[in-house]
């Protein structure tokens, strides 16, 4: 089965910035697509940022010039390096994989899911 563990999530100032981690196992990791997905109280599953195994980068809009996506195929484990954080972007953070190599930013399109980071920005 395919492993997929966060980590980095905390308490964090507006402002400031995080790191998150997504270490996989049991995946072809260099050539399968890759993303970060958060979910606040009441609301729906939301794309954050996408990479595919080409290294092709996507982002939503709400974070686009902030938040910045990144594999390293040797540790197999990717990043969201979030800055400029602001309250609304407290959420669980989840990563997730695919069988592929194609990104996308509907969450019925990954097959694999990790179990969240909590990141919580205050004001």
């Known amino acids: 089965q395919v492993h997929l563990v966060e980590s980095g999530g905390g308490l964090v100032q507006a402002g400031g910035s995080l790191r998150l981690s997504c270490a996989a196992s049991r995946i072809t990791f260099s050539t399968n697509a890759m993303a970060w997905f958060r979910q606040a109280p009441g609301k729906e599953r939301e794309f954050v940022a996408s990479i595919s195994g080409t290294t092709n980068t996507y982002y939503s809009d709400s974070v686009k010039g902030r938040f910045t996506i990144s594999r390293d195929n040797a540790k197999n484990t990717v990043y969201l390096q979030m800055s400029s954080l602001k309250p609304e972007d407290t959420a669980l953070y989840y990563c997730?994989?695919?069988?592929?190599?194609?990104?996308?930013?509907?969450?019925?399109?990954?097959?694999?899911w990790g179990q969240g980071t909590q990141v919580t920005v205050s004001s």
């Open positions: 997730a994989a695919r069988s592929g190599s194609s990104s996308y930013s509907m969450p019925t399109m990954y097959d694999y």
